[in-house]
């Protein structure tokens, strides 16, 4: 069993940065993939980016070239870095886990979630 826990949210103003971290745990953190999805109000769970055991990582188009994902498995830790944050960015940030690479766009491919944390930028 994993948990994980979102922390980091906050608001801004466009252009502004945020970084949000979700901690985990148990002992195979590290072989995990772990991923960042966002849910808009009346809107479904987006995915944004995820980073492999390996270190490798995907973005969502939106997201590309503002927002970077990265990992510290000493820390059990998560990162997601946002950069040039637009008010379209405003949303709920869930931190997802899973055992098997694969398949990474569908919220459905995830063992784990945290609680999510509260994005909000204004223009």
């Known amino acids: 069993q994993v948990q994980l826990v979102e922390s980091g949210g906050g608001s801004v103003q466009a252009g502004g940065s945020l970084r949000l971290s979700c901690a985990a745990s148990?002992?195979?953190?590290?072989?995990?993939?772990m991923g960042w999805f966002r849910q808009a109000p009346g809107k479904g769970r987006d995915f944004v980016a995820i980073i492999r055991s390996s270190g490798s990582t995907i973005y969502a188009d939106s997201v590309k070239g503002r927002f970077t994902i990265s990992r510290d498995n000493a820390k059990n830790t998560a990162y997601l870095q946002m950069n040039s944050l637009k008010p379209e960015d405003t949303a709920v940030y869930y931190c997802?886990?899973?055992?098997?690479?694969?398949?990474?766009?569908?919220?459905?491919?995830?063992?784990?979630w945290g609680q999510g944390t509260q994005v909000t930028v204004s223009s």
């Open positions: 997802a886990a899973k055992q098997y690479s694969g398949s990474y766009i569908s919220p459905s491919q995830y063992d784990y």
């Open positions: 148990g002992r195979t953190f590290s072989s995990y993939v």
